[in-house]
C-alpha cells in the first residue's frame, strides 16, 4: 500500500511555513506578515494540509502571544468582506456561544431580544463532533432558507429585526479553511485558535454589542474552569482590540442545558420556551445572556430593567410573533411551524431509573454521541441528517426519581439505537445522597 503524500504546489509557500512551523517550535515569535503569509497561502490552496495541520498543532501547543493572536485573527478575515450594518436603524447586537449539549440558546435569545426592540443579526454553524449546530437545527423547519445572502441582510433586519443565517465563509476566508482542518487534526481544543476563530467572525459582522457564552464543563470544548475562564478573557481583550463591545458569560456544560438534545426536538423547545415555558437551566442562561445582550448597546438599561422587558415580550407572546415573522420571512411556512408539523422520529427507547436514587451527573458528552448514533448529527463529514432523531431528557441533576421511572427517551428511526439508548444509560448516575446541580450561569463578565 502506498503512504505518498499529496504533491507540493508552490514550494517557495511550503518551505514558508515549514520554516514558520520550525521556528514555532523553537519557541520563536512569529510576526504579523508571517502569519498572514501562512494563512492567506493556505487559503489560496499553495500548501497542503498536512503542512498546514503541523503549523497548527504547533499553534496549540506552544500558545500565541497578544501580538501573534491579533495577527492570526487579522489574517483569518484577510480577503474577505466586512458586514456593513450603518443602514441599520438602532444598535445591532450579535452572541456566540462555544457551543454543547442541548444548547438551543440561539433559537431562544435570538427573537427575545428583537422582540425587545434590538435588532440582531447572527451567523451560525453546523455542529461539529458530539455539539450540536444552530444550522442543522434550523433546516428542520419547512422551506426556512438557512442562507441570507449578504447584502439582504440589512434590510432583513430593518424590516422584520432578526437573521440568522449560516456562516459565511466570504466574510472569513482564513477561518473558514482552517476550521474543517481543525475538526479533523485534533486541533480544535485551544484558546488561542478558538479565540481568533471566534473574533475574526465576530469583527467581521462588527455589530455594536457582542455576547460570548463561553461553556464550561465536561460537554464544553474547554472542560476546565480556570481554562474557559482565561478563554473568556482572551476573547473580551481581543474583542476590545477589534474595536467590538462584548461581554461575556461562563456557563455550565457538566450536563446537557436543556432537555431536548436533537434537530427538530431543540426547535420545539425553543417554541415552547418562547411561548412562555421558563424551561430550568436553559431559560436561566438565556435570561441572562438576553440581558447582557440588551445592556451591550445601552449600557444605562439597569439589569432589573433589561429582566423586566424580557418577561413582558415572553408573557405577551412577542417574542414568539418575532420567531414566527422572522421564520415566514426568511421563507418557512409559518402554518407548518405554528402547528409544529416539524419532522419527528416514529421510534422510542426510554432509559428508566434501575433503583431509586438522586440524579447526581448526566454526561453530555455521551448523551450527544447518542444522538450521534441515531442520525441527529454526522459521524462522516457529508452525512445526511435524520431531523427527526434525538434524545429526550425528562429529568435534570439533582431530580429525585423512583426504581423504574422513565429518565430519557431516544427518538429515532434509523442507525444504531441499542447502543444509542446504552450510552444514554451509562451517562446518567445516580446516588444515595441529594445533590445540587450546578446553577447554568457560572459566572459573568461585565466591563
Ligand atoms: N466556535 C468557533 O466558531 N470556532 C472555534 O474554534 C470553536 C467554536
Not at 20 to 36: H, M, P, Q, S, V
Not at 260 to 283: D, H, K
Not at 390 to 399: A, E, K, P
Not at 406 to 421: P, S
Request: charged letters at 20%.
Amino acid at each position: 500500500m502506498s503512504h505518498g503524500l499529496r504533491e507540493v504546489k508552490d514550494p517557495g509557500a511550503s518551505a514558508r511555513v515549514i520554516e514558520a512551523t520550525n521556528r514555532k517550535r523553537a519557541g520563536a515569535a512569529l510576526d504579523a506578515e508571517e502569519i498572514a503569509g501562512v494563512v492567506t497561502d493556505f487559503v489560496a490552496d499553495r500548501i497542503p494540509d498536512y503542512q498546514m495541520a503541523a503549523w497548527l498543532a504547533t499553534v496549540a501547543c506552544q500558545g500565541l502571544s497578544t501580538a501573534e493572536l491579533a495577527a492570526l485573527t487579522r489574517a483569518y478575515t484577510l480577503g474577505g468582506g466586512r458586514l456593513d450594518l450603518s443602514g441599520v436603524d438602532g444598535a445591532v447586537v450579535d452572541k456566540h456561544s462555544t457551543g454543547g449539549v442541548g444548547d438551543t440558546t440561539t433559537l431562544i435569545v435570538v427573537p427575545v431580544v428583537a422582540a425587545c426592540g434590538t435588532p440582531v443579526a447572527k451567523m451560525t454553524g453546523r455542529s461539529l463532533g458530539f455539539t450540536g449546530g444552530t444550522l442543522d437545527k434550523l433546516e428542520s423547519i419547512p422551506g426556512l432558507r438557512t442562507t441570507v445572502p449578504l447584502d439582504a441582510i440589512v434590510p432583513t433586519l430593518s424590516s422584520v429585526g432578526m437573521v440568522i443565517t449560516g456562516q459565511s465563509t466570504d466574510l472569513t476566508p482564513g477561518d473558514g479553511a482552517t476550521y474543517a482542518l481543525r475538526d479533523v487534526t485534533g486541533t480544535v481544543e485551544s484558546i488561542p485558535l478558538i479565540a481568533a476563530s471566534i473574533i475574526s467572525k465576530k469583527f467581521a459582522v462588527h455589530a455594536d454589542g457582542l455576547v460570548l457564552d463561553v461553556k464550561t464543563g465536561a460537554g464544553a470544548l474547554i472542560q476546565e474552569r480556570d481554562r474557559a475562564v482565561r478563554l473568556t478573557e482572551t476573547m473580551l481583550d481581543l474583542a476590545r482590540a477589534f474595536g467590538l463591545s462584548a461581554r461575556a458569560v461562563l456557563s455550565d456544560m457538566s450536563q446537557p442545558l436543556g432537555p431536548s438534545v436533537g434537530n427538530a426536538l431543540e426547535i420545539r423547545q425553543a417554541l415552547a420556551v418562547l411561548r412562555g415555558e421558563r424551561t430550568p437551566g436553559l431559560w436561566d442562561l438565556c435570561a441572562t445572556i438576553c440581558r447582557l445582550m440588551l445592556r451591550s448597546v445601552d449600557p444605562r438599561l439597569t439589569d432589573e430593567q433589561a429582566a423586566a422587558r424580557i418577561d413582558r415580550v415572553l408573557d405577551d407572546g412577542s417574542a414568539y410573533e418575532m420567531f414566527l415573522r422572522w421564520a415566514v420571512a426568511q421563507g418557512a411556512d409559518g402554518a407548518a411551524l405554528e402547528a409544529e408539523r416539524l419532522p419527528a422520529a416514529t421510534r422510542r427507547q426510554f432509559v428508566r431509573a434501575a433503583e431509586s436514587g438522586w440524579i447526581t451527573r448526566i454526561e453530555p458528552r455521551a448523551v450527544g454521541n447518542a444522538t450521534l448514533l441515531v442520525g441527529a448529527g454526522r459521524l462522516a463529514y457529508d452525512a445526511p441528517l435524520d431531523h427527526g432523531a434525538g434524545v429526550l431528557l425528562r429529568h435534570r441533576v439533582g431530580d429525585r426519581v423512583a426504581k423504574g421511572d422513565v429518565i430519557a427517551e431516544l427518538h429515532y428511526d434509523r442507525g444504531d439505537a441499542d447502543t444509542a439508548r446504552s450510552l444514554v444509560e451509562s451517562a446518567v448516575h445516580l446516588g444515595d445522597e441529594a445533590v445540587t446541580a450546578p446553577s447554568a450561569v457560572q459566572q459573568i463578565f461585565e466591563p
